[in-house]
T-cell receptor, first 116, second 111 residues
């Protein structure tokens, strides 16, 4: 059973370009979360999605950032017109469907974005 | 967002020692308190988790202690090894809501 997959693992962009980060959740998981981690800092929540729906985007910057989780295919975090401050590690996590109080999230290996 | 305050920021222990990492939260409306372990260049990995209806949970050398009245929970690592050197994050959440993480504790276990 493959874990959460993210690609690319490393991404270099010049200022003003677009960055697309992909996340395939674990099999059977329909909840996806994106987090950003700056060097020497903790993980900051960005957005929570279920298939075809954005549930909570309270941590997402209002401009240049968008996320989707289509019916088919991976979840995509898109950063338009990147700036140096976007350089960070971006992690995706997934959790299984179903109700209940336990939200066990499993993380992918991350995408390390460097903006030149 | 409700915060989770984690301490210390960094910790150095001798091999065999028992590092203790503490976290405090702001209210009791949460159902799940996980700890994650992260090695450099890797994603966080779920280590152990506790619900507030129990006061302690052990998995191997890792123990979580939960003090509901003090709104605190802590991670103890028994017989620590150099391979335990990593950054540890506590978190809290309720249901299918986003995890809120502490800022992390960088642990170094020296031989």
């Amino acid at each position: 059973n493959a874990g959460v997959m993210q690609n690319p693992r490393h991404l270099v962009r010049r200022r003003g370009q677009e960055a697309r980060l992909r996340c395939s959740p674990m099999k059977g998981h329909s909840h996806v979360y994106w987090y950003r981690q700056l060097p020497e800092e903790g993980l900051k929540f960005m957005v929570y999605l279920q298939k075809e729906n954005i549930i909570d985007e309270s941590g997402m910057p209002k401009e240049r950032f968008s996320a989707e989780f289509p019916k088919e295919g991976p979840s995509i975090l898109r950063i338009q017109q990147v700036v140096r401050g976007d350089s960070a590690a971006y992690f995706c996590a997934s959790s299984p469907t179903g109700v209940g109080a336990i939200n066990e999230q499993f993380f992918g290996p991350g995408t390390r974005l460097t903006v030149l | 967002q409700q915060q989770v305050k984690q301490s210390p920021q960094s910790l150095i222990v001798q091999k065999g020692g028992i590092p203790i990492i503490n976290c405090a939260y702001e209210n009791t409306a949460f159902d799940y308190f996980p700890w994650y372990q992260q090695f450099p260049g890797k994603g966080p990995a779920l280590l152990i988790a506790i619900r507030p209806d129990v006061s302690e949970k052990k998995e191997g050398r890792f123990t979580i202690s939960f003090n509901k009245s003090a709104k605190q929970f802590s991670l103890h690592i028994m017989d620590s090894q150099p391979g335990d050197s990593a950054t540890y994050f506590c978190a809290r959440n309720s249901g299918n809501t986003p995890l809120v993480f502490g800022k992390g504790t960088r642990l170094s276990v020296i031989a």
